[in-house]
């Protein structure tokens, strides 16, 4: 079953959606300099040891690419999903007053104060209007 965040809840759980963002904000940049280290030695003309280099760029790439996988898991496994990773949005299935809402939190964002409407995940992002007290 899915769950739904009221938006108290959505900014409560921040805390891990934020632990389980920073490793996979971890691994893209190391994934992405790993990347650009094979492309660079791929493009060299010295074969001496480009082999066994290569697969151990391949090998470490491979491990970034699992631990992406896993982090996103982690985020599923709390009914949110990753709609892009840069930046890193998530998409947190809410309940509001005025019925279902998705909560939308990026990278570097201090709390939840985005969303839009179920179906609307392409769209722009839009602030929350939040009442006055709440």
């Keep these: 079953m899915k769950r739904t965040y009221t938006l108290p809840e959505a900014n409560q759980v921040l805390k891990l959606v934020r632990a389980i963002s920073a490793e996979l904000l971890e691994r ?5 300099s790993l990347s650009r280290q094979r492309d660079q030695l791929e493009a060299a003309s010295t074969p001496e040891g480009l082999r066994s ?3 151990e760029l391949d090998a470490r790439i491979w491990e970034h690419d699992e631990g992406l996988t896993r ?3 982690e985020l599923e496994d709390l009914s949110m999903t990753v709609l892009r990773t840069n930046p890193l949005t998530v ?3 809410g309940t509001s007053r005025t019925g279902a809402v998705v909560f939308c939190w990026q990278e570097g964002e201090s709390s939840v ?3 839009h409407p179920p179906g609307e995940e392409e ?3 839009r602030p929350l209007r939040v009442a006055k007290g709440a």
């Design 53 to 55: 280099e290569l697969a």
């Design 113 to 115: 104060c985005f969303g």
């Design 28 to 32: 893209r940049t190391a994934r992405r």
């Design 123 to 125: 769209h722009q992002r």
């Design 91 to 93: 998409h947190i299935p």
């Design 71 to 73: 982090c996103k898991s």
